[in-house]
């Protein structure tokens, strides 16, 4: 095994950079002291988003590859949450001289993978050691003449709409810790309650919350088709559709049905989770450890999964890829966010500081 | 003291916020999901750097304020060296839970001080807890219309000019190492060597290590005068001029007497680093603990000051704050750089998993 410390930086960088997506936007890559990017609709967009190791991954559970495409998609997520289209990323990361050079050249492959979809590159970095593993990314996306879909547009009577996919994220940190699937992705089968494993299943639920794959031509659709207000989902439903809400200054109503095809797909992932000795905290939503607790858990809590929310007029046909899960009421008292038409019982989303 | 742990991300983020320079090239600030920057040339620049705790400022000499000033500072060199003008940064930062805000705020005013000169905004972030600090900052820039100078475009007989303070920082950080000046920026007065020390000066060379401040303009200067090739020095001078050689296809030969003014700044730091006891081996160069050897690791193999090395025709005056420190050779047998004709002496630039 080669160790980071047994390289200099240039030959480290030596390695990666081959294995970097250009992008089409690019008119300068990595190498200088800066990357150019085309900005042809004369603005652009930028985000940040940062992941630390035991924070945000699990060494043992995350290769390197895992983590750059989390990181990609995660960061993509927010571009496409603003209707624009991705070109470009660079990366800073911090890891210990200790950790493998392929743990390195993985991450590099899971950032071209996880840029791939999108066709955007991946123009240039830094570098440094430290005490941990830290990846933070910056993503930047064109807006094609369209004006940005910001949090703030939604208006009474919208339909709330949804993309991609809602709790697998959460069921699969889940199944990792209740040691009912072992990553990176090989998965036990296992004879659980009251059948068998259906392990292709679980591995797609613990590949979603390694490996997500955001909606991110379902966000471009939504601003072409006119949404009036959108945004990722990377800390909970509930509080991210709250968010949504006090920008906008009105209230979300969900569906009581809402999200049941993801029901159904997690339920005997759910099940096992709750049938699991030791778990009777699910660890999101209300403590409850039954199987509809633990749904609702993943479900409503759960984050990560880097889908969509987005609201629509009502006269607007949503266009592919997105589902109707609700409506947007006028602002007055009560819950900002409620299910069907109730105060939700589950928690509140992750918290970096106190979790 | 409040702790970080003691706050929520949303209540540490409105703290932060206020702090924070809006830009003259920001259409949409914090808040969404991206930033919306205007890039009027339909092309912009992009870079990104790392600053990690105990790598790259160890949190006794430097407060919240120095990082991000340092973190605002180097990343606008890195724009500068393309000849673009700073538009806005975006910042990442990781956080112990047991930091006082205090330091996450200055951090804030930090980063607002050193975009100030560059009317630079600052546009967004992320934020999560890890086990040491570290501040990634991506910088963005314009280029105004003019072509971005490149590494790669020195032509033999161009003349090689300087911008900005030589070995400044790596005094610094000497005379913080040998206790002969503390920080957080409060010299001790000392009778050292020959005579009393020059307290101000020392002042002004731990400040330029903790508080680098680029010769942005003179970036944008260089461009618009038609400078051939151009970098940011942050690894040392005759590493990164190696680099800009090498890129370039041709070779560096620095005149004898070059940064003759900043050697004169830094001899009486050199001099009291030199007696001070246990400080055999100053960190840079060629191990020589005599003064002038001192001198030669701080000039040429020292880092981070961010000053700006570039190349222009024969034929073309220096704009304001440049001076010429050589010339560009033809390439051939021997090293790529050169001091007054010689093979330099002293070691290569700090490398992150060596040192």
Do not use: K
Not at 247 to 254: K, T, Y
Not at 259 to 268: H, N, T, V, W
Not at 289 to 306: A, C, F, K
Request: glycine share 14%; hydrophobic share 45%; proline share 7%.
């Amino acid at each position: 095994m080669t160790r980071v410390r047994d390289l200099s930086e240039e030959q480290i960088l030596e390695r990666i950079v081959p294995l970097l997506p250009r992008g089409s936007a690019t008119l300068l890559g990595p190498g200088d002291d800066a990357a150019v990017l085309a900005a042809p609709d004369g603005r652009f967009v930028v985000s940040t988003d940062v992941l630390v190791e035991d924070r945000h991954f699990r060494a043992r559970w995350s290769t390197g590859y895992d983590v750059g495409r989390r990181a990609a998609a995660q960061n993509l997520a927010d571009i496409a949450a603003m209707g624009a289209r991705p070109t470009a990323l660079v990366t800073s990361l911090v890891v210990p001289g200790d950790t493998d050079v392929e743990w390195v050249t993985g991450l590099a492959r899971g950032l071209a993978d996880g840029c791939a979809p999108a066709g955007a590159g991946a123009v240039g970095g830094d570098l440094s050691g430290g005490p941990c593993l830290v990846v933070s990314v910056t993503v930047h996306g064109d807006l094609e003449g369209r004006a940005p879909v910001l949090r703030s547009g939604a208006r009474p009577g919208d339909v709330v709409a949804h993309a991609g996919v809602r709790g697998w994220s959460a069921a699969g940190l889940a199944l990792l810790e209740a040691g009912l699937v072992r990553a990176p992705l090989s998965p036990v089968p296992l004879e659980v309650g009251e059948g068998v494993v259906l392990e292709d299943a679980w591995e797609r639920l613990v590949s979603a919350h390694l490996r997500p794959e955001p909606p991110l031509a379902a966000g471009v659709a939504a601003a072409e088709a006119g949404a009036t207000a959108m945004l990722d989902l990377s800390d909970g439903l509930l509080r991210d559709a709250g968010r949504l809400a006090v920008a906008s200054g009105v209230r979300i109503g969900f569906d009581a049905g809402a999200f049941a095809a993801d029901r159904e797909e997690l339920r005997s992932a759910a099940r096992a989770v709750a049938a699991a000795s030791g778990l009777g905290d699910p660890g999101w939503g209300p403590g409850r450890s039954d199987v509809d607790g633990v749904l609702d858990g993943w479900i409503w809590g759960g984050g990560e999964d880097h889908g969509l929310l987005a609201t629509f007029p009502a006269d607007v046909p949503l266009p592919a890829g997105w589902t109707a899960v609700g409506l947007v009421r006028e602002p007055g008292e009560g819950p900002a966010v409620t299910i069907g038409g109730a105060e939700p019982d589950v928690g509140p989303g992750w918290d970096h500081f106190r979790a």
